[in-house]
């Protein structure tokens, strides 16, 4: 029987096949093991299914020695050493496609709510402020007919476009290494977008320097990952009026501390990294994670490994 850490309880029916077939320990707290308790479970487990807040470093990995399998809740694997994993032949997996459009849903509904201002205009009416019709009341920017920037055409940023054909929206897209098309993206576009993996090219790509660019007009969107976007800049971005909004699925760090200089930011809408959130999707990843988790210890390869 091999040793398995799930490193959380999660949703749906498939985690029962791993219980039921090996040694499986699931850390039962609602947040996440420390780094220490991570490395106390890794020591002697054969297979680790990790969530993108579990650091799997190259210190772990050399501290697992029966380490055969990592198999990552989520389609990022940005908090995995993949280079280190496979130095020891450790096979590590993800879950694609199963949140593509649960995400790309999320990112349209943030889009939608910073662009109609639907929090703000939701808590008036909860608040006993709605006292009549208002002629300029809760005035927001046009979505249809738009012009939509998606930065990183992979399965969600696709996704994302054809939902704003839907919306009559015009689609500008660009992978990060095109700067010449990120400069025209970020001049042109209404709404900004981003769904890049987070690597050590697109760390803060998004920065003072793109925010200059950007109409004062515009409204950033990102449902990828936190770090993708200078915190310090984008605050300063919206305390001065140089962008109009940022809709935030997620953040660096999560949650952001209650005083980062975010929290103050006018036209900030920041939702607990949810884009995948829904039953199917979680169920969906579950099934995945560990149908890679029962791969690897049977020694046969990954069905959803992460890319060479
Ligand atoms: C992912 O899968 O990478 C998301 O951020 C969480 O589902």
């Known amino acids: 029987m091999a040793r398995i850490f799930v490193t959380r309880e999660l949703p749906g029916a498939a985690l029962a096949r791993l219980k039921g077939s090996h040694d499986t320990t699931v850390w039962p707290g609602q947040l996440p093991p420390s780094y220490e308790q991570l490395r106390e479970h890794s ?6 299914l990790t969530l993108l807040t579990d650091r799997i470093d190259a210190q772990l990995i050399a501290g697992a020695p029966k380490l055969r399998v990592i198999a990552n809740y989520a389609v990022g694997y940005d908090n995995i050493d993949v280079a ?4 020891r032949g450790i096979q590590v997996g993800n879950t694609p496609d ?28 909860r608040n006993g402020q709605w006292q009549t019709w208002e002629p300029a009341g809760f005035l927001g920017a ?8 998606i930065i990183g055409l992979g399965r969600i940023g696709q996704a994302v476009a054809r939902r704003a054909a839907g919306f009559g929206m015009e689609v500008l897209t660009t992978e990060t290494r095109d700067q010449h098309n990120l400069e025209h993206l970020l001049r042109r576009s209404d709404f900004v977008s981003i769904h890049l993996p987070l690597t050590d090219g697109t760390r803060k790509l998004i920065g003072a320097q793109a925010f200059a660019l950007m109409k004062p007009t515009a409204i950033l969107v990102n449902t990828a990952r936190g770090a993708i976007v200078d915190r310090d800049a984008l605050a300063k971005a919206l305390h001065t009026g140089q962008l109009a909004g940022a809709a935030l699925d997620v953040t660096d760090p999560e949650p952001l501390a209650a ?32 149908e890679n988790i029962l791969a690897g210890l049977a020694g046969t390869p990954l069905p959803y490994p992460v890319p060479a």
């Open 142 to 149: 046009d979505v249809h007919g738009a012009t939509l920037g």
């Open 84 to 87: 280190a994993a496979g130095a």
């Open 259 to 290: 005083d980062d200089p975010l929290w103050s930011a006018p036209n900030l809408l920041v939702v607990p990294h949810i884009g995948s959130a829904t039953w199917s999707a979680r169920e969906r990843m579950t099934e995945m994670a560990v």
């Open 98 to 125: 199963a949140l593509t459009d649960a995400t790309a849903d999320l990112t349209f509904a943030l889009l939608m709510a910073a662009a109609r201002r639907i929090t703000e205009a939701a808590a008036f009416a």
């Open 43 to 48: 020591a002697e487990a054969d297979a680790l």
